[in-house]
């Protein structure tokens, strides 16, 4: 005989039992390379970047010129934070500097695990470009004024890729 139990709703069960939505952030850094990377070198990072990512629930887009790393990521605000944290203590750059980190309601990057391109090759005549990663970034450098730029830069880096 099949034996039925009360279904349960009272307001501290239900909590308990469901798991809460986690906030989407969206966070922006940028870092310095320590040596120039090869295409082949990018390539093997981008790899790797984008299956952990996948992994992770994360998206977003990674810009490089001449040493110079622009990354975007979003999804759920542990995932970034650690996957931040972990970029910090990536030996293969230094310089980490968190430009912006802030709750979104969309992912702007949403069909991208990690949209690349390499800045290095000349592309100085086309639409949208920004001389924004052409010098070193230094970590004393004022990024207030910078981190509008770089959401600008971001929305034409997206709309140039579709």
């Known amino acids: 005989m099949l ?17 809460p939505v986690e906030q989407l952030v969206c966070a922006v850094y940028v870092s310095s390379a ?4 090869g ?14 990512n996948e992994a992770r629930d994360i998206t977003g887009m ?6 110079n790393f622009l990354q975007v990521l979003e999804g759920p605000a ?8 972990k970029i910090k203590r990536d030996t293969r750059h230094h310089g ?14 949403s069909e991208w695990r990690m ?13 949208g470009y920004s001389p924004f990663l052409e010098p070193s970034i230094d ?10 730029l770089v959401f600008r830069l971001l929305r034409r880096f997206k709309d140039v890729v579709r």
């Open 78 to 85: 542990s995932a970034v934070d650690e996957l931040i944290a």
């Open 139 to 148: 970590e004393d450098d004022e990024v207030g004024e910078s981190s509008q």
């Open 3 to 19: 034996q039925r139990f009360p279904l349960r709703t009272d307001i501290k069960y239900m909590s308990s039992v469901i798991a």
């Open 96 to 109: 980490v500097i968190l430009m912006s980190r802030r709750g979104i309601d969309e992912r702007q990057f």
């Open 62 to 67: 990674l810009l490089y010129r001449d040493g």
């Open 34 to 37: 320590h040596k120039l990377m």
């Open 115 to 127: 949209a690349f391109r390499n800045m290095s090759k000349s592309h100085a005549d086309e639409a």
């Open 39 to 52: 295409d082949e070198e990018l390539l093997d990072l981008l790899r790797g970047a984008r299956q952990r």
